[in-house]
């Protein structure tokens, strides 16, 4: 039996937990921010600017 047959079994909600949803959305922010330093960090170095 499928999770989503035992969740509808026993009569719990099937919609995610928003909690878990900003979690999510704030680590994947964070990951963007320290790739968008390292892009940065990695230009200044190619162009000599540093």
């Known amino acids: 039996m499928t999770t989503i047959h035992i969740l ?3 009569g719990e909600p099937m919609m995610p937990d928003n909690n878990k949803l900003a979690l999510d959305r ?3 922010a964070n990951d963007r921010t320290y790739q968008a330093w390292i892009r ?3 230009a200044l170095l190619t ?3 540093l």
């Open 8 to 10: 509808i079994e026993q």
């Open 26 to 28: 704030t680590i994947l």
């Open 40 to 42: 940065t960090g990695l």
């Open 47 to 49: 162009s000599s600017q």
